[in-house]
């Protein structure tokens, strides 16, 4: 083991966290394919049972960065994210998915990182693949299809392969580590702008913060009262919003936007073809809980992104881009440009 390793992870045994640099050399080390399973548990459990910072969380990001395979874009083009951190163990039909979809019909670019389910029913992978969008594509075909649909989906597996180098431990340990926070830091485009929801309120501000650290231009890191890791059309919903370089904390409440109150069971669904068929039923216009919480979604996000300058009339733009059809369409493009021959 090295001696640097070592010392880290005695800091982590009397519960010290590790400063930014340390926990960079930590995660190049446990990412390089050298360390042995113990070595990885120990670093991984240390964090988990202390409790992650900000530090260490922009330390192992910048890790995780530098080693992805990359998706060039133009940097001053605005790109969106809504990739969260999932665990809210909550059963719902893949909002944050189908609100990229509205999000790319009314204008903006997206590439929406994501994988397969972890702890949900249908991971935004899963529903994507069921509605037909091919996964394993290569920067060049992820071009393609943000030129063609205006968003294109960054498949995890294919975008940081050397997480293999930790899949063992972290499915033998089976508790949540670090790296449930550091997914959706992890856009391979670098997306700037990023609607992020979390499993826990306390996580709201850290994400923010750690955000700002990376060098995101704006962001609203998101927790329900009724524990969504989405805004929630059910309860309020805590956001932490990063704007001109600083972070603010307050409360949305869905009621002041005049939407419908619905029951948690009126969002959930038991399987990848009932996610699939929610997010067709929302793109063929069908009103109801679904489409409200989907389309709230995409307003934050058209928001962050400046699109809207409120979310009054970003909601009625994401209203617009379903009952018009251009979502409907946009999610047909996706799929048409995902599988089409290199």
Known sequence: MPAPFRDHLLKLCRRQDLTRDEAHDAFSFIMSGQASDSQIAGLLVGIASKGTTVDELVGAAIVMREKAVALACDDGEVIIDTCGTGGDIKGTFNIS??????????????????????????????????????????????????????????????????????????????IPTIFNMLAPLMNPARARHQLLGVFAPELTERLALVLRELGSRRAWVVHADDGLDELSTITPTRISELKDNQVKTWSLDP??????????????????????????????????????????????????????????????LAFQAIDSGAARRTLETLIQASSAPV
């Open 97 to 174: 998915t189908a609100a990229a979809i509205i999000i790319a019909a009314a204008g903006v670019r997206v590439v929406k990182h994501g994988n397969r389910s972890a702890s949900s029913k249908s991971g935004s992978a899963d529903v994507l693949e069921k509605l037909g969008v091919h996964l394993e594509l290569t920067p060049d075909q992820l071009q393609r299809c943000a030129r063609a649909a205006n968003i294109c989906f960054a498949f995890a597996r294919v975008h940081h392969p050397i997480m293999k180098n930790v899949a063992h431990v972290r499915t033998s340990l089976a």
């Open 255 to 316: 009621r002041t936007l005049g939407l419908p109150t619905p029951a948690l069971s009126d969002l959930q669904v038991t399987t990848v073809a009932q996610a699939a068929d929610a997010m067709h039923q929302i793109f063929a216009g069908k009103k109801g809980p679904m489409r409200d919480i989907a389309a709230l979604n995409a307003a934050a996000a058209l928001v962050i992104a400046e699109k809207s300058p409120d979310l009054k009339s970003a909601l009625e």
